[in-house]
């Protein structure tokens, strides 16, 4: 299957710090990125949908402002987490659309902030 | 509004056979997925059913009822690198994916 790779797998930050996060396709280009988040013991959160060269769809109740997401390119979108909190902490996972049925994950980013 | 249910939490034992239910309403319906995901970890494929029936991929097989909003996931011969949380996910009319919240699976000796 197609590949998706993120990066850092792990971070810890200081709050108030910003924090990327990259989500790249390895071997296939992705018009469609998603990015997710997961609390401990909880289902995936969808946060944002990113769609190459233009705006991200932002699920309700996520900032579009604390999360900015860019999709510069086919197989690279970003999600910047500003002036992070310790509320902030959690899981953080991409996944890259390949056709309507098919979605690869990212490996995660696991984010503390102190 | 949308909503998929599926267990919390399951125990079976090595070597025995365990299904785990998935229920869902949703919007519109283009598929649905079943991923594993050990903790700490994302979640991995493991079977996509769009089509009433059973799909079977080794240890694991998929089925499906699309009339009764109703999926499981069998797994035979239980491992105990299989204890996971196993995820169902309904791909909705938007091609988005509604997540449950997962079915925690715990194998004993």
């Known amino acids: 299957g197609a590949v998706v790779s993120q990066h850092p797998s792990r971070v810890i930050c200081k709050s108030g710090t910003s924090v990327k996060i990259e989500c790249r396709s390895l071997?296939?280009?992705?018009?469609?990125m998603f990015w997710y988040r997961q609390f401990p013991k909880k289902s995936l959160m969808l946060m944002a949908t990113?769609?190459?060269?233009?705006?991200?769809?932002?699920e309700q109740g996520v900032e579009k402002d604390k999360f900015l997401i860019n999709h510069a390119s086919l197989t690279l979108s970003t999600l910047t987490v500003t002036s992070a909190h310790p509320e902030d902490s959690s899981f953080y996972i991409c996944s890259a659309r390949v056709r309507d049925n098919e979605q690869f994950f990212g490996p995660g980013t696991r984010l503390t902030v102190l | 509004g949308q909503n998929i249910d599926q267990p919390t939490e399951m125990t079976a034992t090595e070597g025995a056979i365990v299904q785990i239910n998935c229920t869902y309403q949703t919007s519109g319906f283009n598929g649905l997925f079943w991923y594993q995901q050990h903790a700490g970890e994302a979640p991995t494929f493991l079977s996509y059913n769009v089509l009433d029936g059973l799909e079977e991929k080794g240890r694991f097989s998929s089925f499906l009822s699309r009339s009764k909003g109703y999926s499981y996931l069998l797994l035979k011969e239980l491992q105990m690198k299989d204890s996971a949380s196993y995820l169902c996910?309904?791909?909705?009319?938007?091609?988005?994916?509604?997540w449950g919240a997962g079915t925690k699976l715990i194998i004993k000796p």
């Open positions: 071997d296939f280009q992705a018009t469609t």
């Open positions: 990113s769609n190459e060269g233009s705006k991200a769809t932002y």
């Open positions: 996910a309904v791909l909705d009319s938007n091609y988005q994916l509604i």
